[in-house]
């Protein structure tokens, strides 16, 4: 999207996020509001996940993570959770080209390896599919716990200390940083919470250490383009100190 239409909507162009994490909460609530099985709201939900998808490519928000299912959600109802590894599996096919057409990466963050079989075969055919793709990234955390990523990080650390290859001097922020499953992914700059619950879940905990945080009542199924819009030019009015003090002098460097 041109300059002057990012202006046209409110929006800097020299001050987007570069990494939008979204915490997608609520279908289950939508559902029950309206009489419905919690598995529509699901349904409704991943049409809430084009449109965003759709409106990150436009806007040039190069990196966006979604979190679609954590490691506890496996103590849902199976029931439940086998409708969501359904239609997570739609959605990696269906988009596929789309995701193509657009120049859209597919990254998985998360335990791929517990997913069914036919899920991991279709994440894995829509990554090798778009592997090549720079304009996006789409991160979908499945099966993702920050705890988990961060445990195994743990464990790759000390292997390479136990076999020589890392002294424990060297382990710094950077190294576990490349570590994790978001290795070589800048932090998230933005964190948006659906559903107005306001805790993170497990996710994306050592990344979003100075992510500024958003929190909307808007349950995920009934997110909209205009209301994403809407909370960026909110993120671009924060002033993110990253525990420094607040900027007052001009970029000589002179006293104001
Ligand atoms: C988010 O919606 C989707 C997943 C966690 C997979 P929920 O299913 O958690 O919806 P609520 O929170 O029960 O409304
Ligand atoms: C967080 O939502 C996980 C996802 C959005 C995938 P949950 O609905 O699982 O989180 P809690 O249980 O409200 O903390
Ligand atoms: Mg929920």
């Given at each position: 999207m041109k300059s002057d239409d990012l202006h046209a909507l409110g929006l800097d162009p020299e001050r987007l996020p570069v990494h939008v994490a979204v915490i997608m909460d609520g279908n289950g609530r939508w559902a029950k509001k309206r009489l419905l099985n919690r598995v529509k709201g699901h349904e409704k939900g991943s049409e809430s996940?084009?449109?965003?998808?759709?409106?990150?490519?436009?806007?040039?928000?190069?990196?966006?993570?979604?979190?679609?299912?954590?490691?506890?959600?496996?103590?849902?109802?199976?029931?439940?959770?086998?409708?969501?590894?359904?239609?997570?599996?739609?959605?990696?096919?269906?988009?596929?080209?789309?995701?193509?057409?657009?120049?859209?990466?597919?990254?998985?963050?998360?335990?791929?390896?517990?997913?069914?079989?036919?899920?991991?075969?279709?994440?894995?055919?829509?990554?090798?599919?778009?592997?090549?793709?720079?304009?996006?990234?789409?991160?979908?955390?499945?099966?993702?716990?920050?705890?988990?990523?961060?445990?195994?990080?743990?464990?790759?650390?000390?292997?390479k200390v136990k076999t020589g290859e890392l002294t424990v001097d060297e382990i710094c922020d950077q190294v576990i940083s490349d570590h994790l499953y978001t290795a070589g992914i800048p932090d998230p700059d933005l964190v948006i919470r659906t559903s107005g619950e306001f805790r993170l879940s497990n996710f994306l905990l050592w990344q979003s250490a100075y992510a500024e945080l958003f929190i909307t009542p808007t349950l995920w199924p009934d997110f909209t383009r205009s209301e994403f819009i809407d909370i960026l030019t909110h993120y671009q009015k924060r002033d993110r100190r990253f525990g420094n003090v607040e900027c007052s002098m001009p970029s000589d460097g002179s006293p104001q």
């Open positions: 996940v084009r449109i965003l998808v759709k409106a990150c490519r436009e806007l040039s928000i190069p990196c966006l993570t979604l979190y679609a299912f954590s490691t506890e959600n496996w103590a849902r109802p199976p029931s439940e959770v086998s409708a969501l590894m359904q239609l997570l599996k739609k959605f990696l096919s269906s988009e596929r080209d789309e995701m193509k057409k657009n120049g859209i990466r597919l990254n998985v963050l998360g335990q791929l390896e517990k997913l069914p079989e036919d899920v991991q075969r279709a994440a894995r055919e829509t990554m090798d599919a778009t592997g090549s793709n720079t304009q996006m990234t789409l991160n979908l955390a499945l099966s993702y716990g920050s705890r988990q990523e961060i445990t195994d990080a743990a464990k790759i650390l000390a292997g």
